[in-house]
């Protein structure tokens, strides 16, 4: 009985919150959809030479890919950054040996299974999904240039030893790529939406997966 009203009250409590954090009068600093938009990748059709468009495509694509909610996972410094601004994590953190945090202070001893929202004035919700963890060192795109970041991508011994189909698959499908357009209150999700991304990485396979000048 007890546990059952514990539970109870949870639910209402988070939901309250993500009332709260729903309320535009609460939140001026985040809007549900990224002002900055992706273009479809049909819109590229006009590019009649498949390799100037297949780099248009990775370009449009890279708004995402370069967005802070990737890149603070994807750092060069084995640490998370946070934030619009990719100021270092606080409290400070590191990888650890399995990109998952040091031995006793896990990435999931505060990162849950999905993002709980909190009462605080900055922090609006803690960010959270299954697999929260670092990407590995070869998979580091901060300070890189899109081309840089497009190499790696493209390449087995720097993407986790994954065809290209398994790329667009992971881009297109993988529940921790999309945290990026559900990275709860307080944060700017990535541009357009998981599904859109996902056609723009099948188009650019499909035209060479060209890459831009590194
Ligand atoms: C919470 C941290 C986290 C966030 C946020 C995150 N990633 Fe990752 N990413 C990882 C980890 C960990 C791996 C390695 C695991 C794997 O290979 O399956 C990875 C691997 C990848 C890979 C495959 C390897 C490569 O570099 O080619 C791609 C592609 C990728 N992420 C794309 C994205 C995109 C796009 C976003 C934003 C929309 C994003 N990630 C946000 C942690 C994150
Ligand atoms: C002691 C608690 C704690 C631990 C442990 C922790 N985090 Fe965090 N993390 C937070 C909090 C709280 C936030 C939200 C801060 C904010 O939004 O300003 C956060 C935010 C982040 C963000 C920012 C997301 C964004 O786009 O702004 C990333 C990335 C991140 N954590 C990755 C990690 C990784 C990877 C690990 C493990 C290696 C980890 N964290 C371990 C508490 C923690």
New binding site residues.
């Given amino acids: 009985m007890r546990a059952a009203t514990v539970v109870i009250l949870a639910g209402a409590l988070a939901a309250a919150g993500a009332v709260m954090a729903n309320g535009a009068a609460n939140t001026p600093a985040a809007p549900a959809s990224n002002p900055v938009g992706l273009k479809t990748a049909a819109s590229f059709q006009s590019i009649k030479d498949p390799a100037a468009r297949s780099i248009a495509l990775f370009t449009e694509a890279g708004k995402?890919?370069q967005?802070p909610?990737?890149l603070?996972?994807?750092p060069v410094q084995r640490a998370p950054t946070q934030g619009d601004d990719l100021h270092p994590h606080n409290p400070p953190m590191i990888a650890g040996d399995s990109?998952h945090g040091p031995a006793g202070m896990p990435c999931f001893s505060c990162h849950t299974q999905a993002n709980v929202p909190t009462w605080g004035q900055d922090i609006k919700s803690i960010p959270g999904?299954p697999?929260?963890?670092?990407?590995?060192a070869e998979?580091a795109w901060q300070g890189k240039s899109l081309g840089a970041i497009c190499g790696?991508?493209k390449n087995p011994a720097t993407?986790?030893g994954?065809s290209l189909a398994e790329?667009h698959h992971?881009?297109a499908e993988d529940h921790?790529?999309g945290?990026?357009w559900n990275p709860g209150a307080g944060r700017v999700p990535?541009p357009g939406t998981q599904a859109q991304f996902g056609e723009l990485i099948k188009a650019w396979i499909d035209t060479g997966a060209k890459c831009p000048k590194a």
């Fill in positions: 995402v890919i967005s909610r990737c603070n996972c994807h990109g999904d697999k929260w963890g670092l990407a590995p998979m790696q991508i993407n986790g994954r790329i992971h881009m921790l790529v945290w990026g990535a």
